[in-house]
């Protein structure tokens, strides 16, 4: 039988955290290509993913379920939504680590659990708690005041978090293996990147053979992006679901400690306002969590 979120296995902790601490360093990869597009860096992020997680799926021996998902028209259609919205949310992290946002991409993914617990109220009719709904208000809030100092929507992080948010909603409802789905997804986007490749190398405008770094960080490119996911699509099989939210801020942290002591991103005055409440969200979010966690 298959293992579920009902237990943490070790093996599963292992994987889950794993996966957390590769996206936390994804930053430092990203920032090595700050002077390529992030159109052409996402572009290579798809093309490069496609072997990666076919050697797998041949290796898992689970071809099958990807070749009758490919003859299933409404399989198709649901695996396209669930692209584009991956492929929109690889773009804006790119752009946001490559051009001095880090901070936006730590906000966004930490207030993402939060944005997912109010989607599934709206879309799924699943009811919030009073913890969870003082959470929500209490994130919003932190958003509002970022608005409020900035004039402005903090934009990319809202974009990450919409994009990464939809994307698990409509996850769920895609009927394949997460490594399956994964391939799938990517094996839809794989025209579209290599028509964007071919012209930009038609114009001259290519990074890819250029220079020997530049080749091989593009085509690590694929690594990077598909480890981590297909990491954490077998982890979070392997632990339950509340252990999954507590491990999913420590890429968030890692980004956000890397943009100020790395990238030197500065805090203003109103992210010294914002992230506090966010963080006391969170907090507040969790403490149900742990405690069931102990009561386990």
Not at 98 to 115: E, K, R, V
Not at 191 to 215: E, K, M, N, R
Request: hydrophobic share 55%; charged share 10%; glycine share 8%.
């Amino acid at each position: 039988m298959t293992q579920t979120q009902n237990v943490d296995t070790p093996r599963g902790l292992a994987l889950a955290i794993t996966a957390y601490l590769l996206w936390g360093f994804l930053p430092l990869y990203m920032k090595a290509l700050s002077h390529i597009s992030p159109v052409e860096v996402v572009a290579h992020r798809i093309v490069w993913s496609v072997p990666v997680a076919g050697i797998l799926l041949i290796a898992l021996g689970r071809t099958r379920d990807l070749r009758a998902a490919l003859r299933n028209p409404r399989m198709l259609g649901m695996a396209c939504v669930t692209a584009a919205l991956i492929s929109v949310n690889w773009a804006i992290y790119v752009w946001a680590i490559t051009t001095g946002h880090a901070l936006d991409a730590a906000l966004g993914y930490y207030i993402n659990p939060l944005f997912s617990i109010a989607l599934a109220a709206l879309i799924l009719g699943e009811r919030l708690t009073r913890i969870q709904g003082l959470a929500i208000i209490l994130a919003a809030a932190g958003v509002a005041v970022l608005v409020f100092e900035a004039g402005k929507l903090p934009w990319a992080a809202l974009s990450l978090t919409v994009s990464w948010g939809f994307y698990a909603l409509f996850k769920r409802s895609l009927p394949i293996g997460p490594n399956q789905g994964f391939l799938l997804e990517v094996l839809i986007l794989t025209p579209f990147a290599l028509a964007f490749l071919l012209w930009q190398s038609a114009q001259g405008l290519g990074s890819f053979g250029v220079t020997t770094q530049d080749t091989v960080l593009l085509a690590g490119a694929g690594v990077v992006t598909a480890v981590p996911l297909l990491v954490y699509a077998n982890g979070a099989k392997l632990v339950r679901l509340s252990t999954m939210g507590i491990l999913q801020y420590i890429a968030p942290t890692m980004i956000f400690i890397t943009a100020i002591t790395l990238f030197g991103e500065e805090i203003d005055r109103g992210r010294m306002i914002a992230f506090p409440m966010i963080w006391a969200a969170l907090v507040i979010y969790s403490v149900p969590m742990l405690r069931q966690m102990r009561r386990a």
